[in-house]
C-alpha cells in the first residue's frame, strides 16, 4: 500500500476533471461529426440525367431541352425541371446552359428580333455568341457553362454536370 493518500480535496478535483472531460467530449464529438461529415459524403454531382431527345434529332440550330431529376436537399426531396439548350458542332453534341452569367436570369435562342443569331437575356439586354461566348459590350461577365453531354445506349441524350465553357 502507498503511503501517499489521497485527499478529499483531490479526490474532488480528479473526479470533476474527469466529468468535466467527459462532458465536453460528448459536446464536442456531435460539433465535430457536423464539421467533418459533408467531406466523407459520396457525391452525386457526377451523373447523368437520361432526357427525351434522340442524338439523331440533334441539328446545328440550339433547341431547349427540359429534363427532370430528384434533388435531395437534408430531408427533403423533390423533382426538379431544367433547362439546357442543346446542338450540334460538327460531330460534338454541345449543351449550354441558360443562366445568364450577370444575373442569373434565363437566356433564350433568337429572342430578340435584333439579334436572332443570338441568346439574348432579357433582363438586361445580355448577349452571347452561339457558342455561349459572351457579346462585348453588353452585361454578361463571361461565357454561358455548359452540360457534360453523351449518347445513352439507346440514342438519347444524356446531360451531366455543369462545367466551366470550353469552347468560348
Same mark, same amino acid.
Given at each position: 500500500? #502507498? ?7 483531490? %479526490?474532488?478535483?480528479? $473526479?470533476?476533471?474527469? &466529468? ?30 437520361? $432526357? ?8 446545328? +440550330?440550339? $433547341?431547349?431541352?427540359?429534363?427532370? %431529376? ?7 426531396? #423533390?423533382? &426538379?425541371? #431544367? ?27 433568337? $429572342?430578340? #428580333?435584333?439579334?436572332?443569331?443570338? %441568346? ?26 455548359? %452540360? ?9 441524350? +444524356? ?10
Amino acid at each position: 500500500m #502507498s503511503n501517499n493518500k489521497v485527499t478529499r480535496r483531490q %479526490f474532488l478535483s480528479y $473526479t470533476l476533471t474527469g &466529468v468535466g472531460g467527459f462532458m465536453a467530449a460528448g459536446m464536442l464529438m456531435p460539433m465535430v461529426r457536423f464539421a467533418i461529415d459533408p467531406v466523407l459524403q459520396k457525391k452525386d454531382g457526377g451523373d447523368f440525367i437520361l $432526357t427525351d431527345l434522340a442524338v439523331a434529332d440533334i441539328t446545328e +440550330e440550339p $433547341t431547349r431541352v427540359d429534363f427532370n %431529376f430528384e434533388q435531395v436537399d437534408a430531408w427533403y426531396s #423533390s423533382e &426538379v425541371t #431544367s433547362t439546357a439548350w442543346v446542338y450540334r458542332n460538327g460531330d460534338a453534341i454541345v449543351a449550354l446552359s441558360p443562366v445568364c452569367k450577370h444575373l442569373g436570369c434565363t437566356v433564350g435562342w433568337a $429572342t430578340d #428580333s435584333a439579334h436572332p443569331d443570338k %441568346f439574348f437575356c432579357a433582363c438586361h439586354a445580355g448577349l452571347y455568341e452561339k457558342n455561349g461566348k459572351n457579346v462585348p459590350g453588353t452585361p454578361p461577365r463571361g461565357p454561358l457553362d455548359m %452540360f457534360e453531354a453523351r449518347e445513352s445506349a439507346d440514342g438519347l441524350l +444524356e446531360l451531366g454536370p455543369v462545367v466551366p465553357n470550353t469552347l468560348a
